[in-house]
């Protein structure tokens, strides 16, 4: 200070000495934007994310962010930990037509990813981050879970459940069908599509600890699931389902019993006559008498026989005022037992 107070009223010492000052101040900006640079590039390297970084470099990556999308809002973090790990820039939300040229299609497919630990999740990027490691396998979510799908939905819970569905071992129905094992559930072996499919059972999941690794015997498993079913509907109709599906009963049927082998659609000795086995459906149906191993008799209106207790030696079709699903239904228990004890006897 003392050398600048000696240089007032020198306009030539008093420009250089400013001049100085000014450039000084100049490298010294320079210094701390360098040393500015090399911390955030440091804090990208490592991996650092805004929710475990330092308040000063959370504060640098939000800047950062600046004009990106963070599950769907710009600059804002989003405390779900399902997605802290899956910014996705505009670029890749927008239709490929519209994206930069930078953008690539790979990291705009939403992902199923089956991990290393055999957890599944659901990965709006593609990227399976959530997978230490990296995933064993991946598949296309579904549509509605595309992010950049027009019927996105959205929601986290929905798309891993369908994700976990995408990756269950199943039972496929074929197209033309035949019945197929299915270890990733994907039904690539039916080729021209299927019509239906359940889960396997637990020893046929791959990864059960239960599992067999057996694809015969649970090809065997999965034809018993498909069986054809007679089914009664809530309204009281009867009808024959060839897949098990009881799907023209609107709704849940409120009992099913295997058709019959002739009515079996995997049978050797399938008729394929829906009127025929539609009947016979109508007569497993049928109100009975049942004679019992023990000799005794008792009516049946829903035909199951279970009071006899799984000791059933023969049964009848029960008279006509006897059917539950007659208009002449008398709705009595014990005259219908009576006539049941009749008729049994004149079938004897």
Known sequence: WDQAASVRGHPS???????????????FLTVLYLFAAFSWADAESSGCSSVDC??????LQMKALDGKTFDGHVGELVQDPDWVDEIVPKDDLLPES????T????????????????????SRTGSCQKCK?????TTDAIENCQVLSPTFIDSSAKCTASCTDSLTSRC????????????????????????????????????????????????????????SKCCLCSNGKVVYSRTGSCKNCNGNPDKTVDAAKKCQVLSSKFIDDSATCTASCKDSFASKCCLCSNGKVVYSRTGSCKNCKGELDKSYKAS???????????????????SCKSRVGKKR
């Open 133 to 137: 490691g990296g995933p064993d396998k």
């Open 98 to 101: 519209t994206a930069t040229a």
């Open 103 to 122: 953008t690539t299609t790979s990291a705009t497919i939403s992902k199923c990813c089956l991990c290393g630990n055999e957890k599944i999740v659901y």
């Open 172 to 227: 496929c129905l074929c197209g033309n069908n035949e019945v197929v094992y299915s270890r990733t559930g994907l039904c690539k072996k039916c080729t021209g599509g299927f019509q239906k499919t359940t889960e396997a059972t637990e020893t046929c999941q791959r990864f059960s600890p239960l599992f067999i690794d057996d694809s015969a015997a649970c090809t065997a498993s999965c034809k018993d699931s498909f069986a």
């Open 320 to 338: 006509s005022d006897c059917q539950a699903r007659s208009s002449k239904f008398i709705d009595d228990s014990a005259t219908c037992t009576a």
């Open 13 to 27: 010492r008093e420009m250089s000495i400013s001049g100085a000052m000014v450039n000084l101040n100049s490298r």
């Open 54 to 59: 330092p308040e000063d470099t959370a504060l």
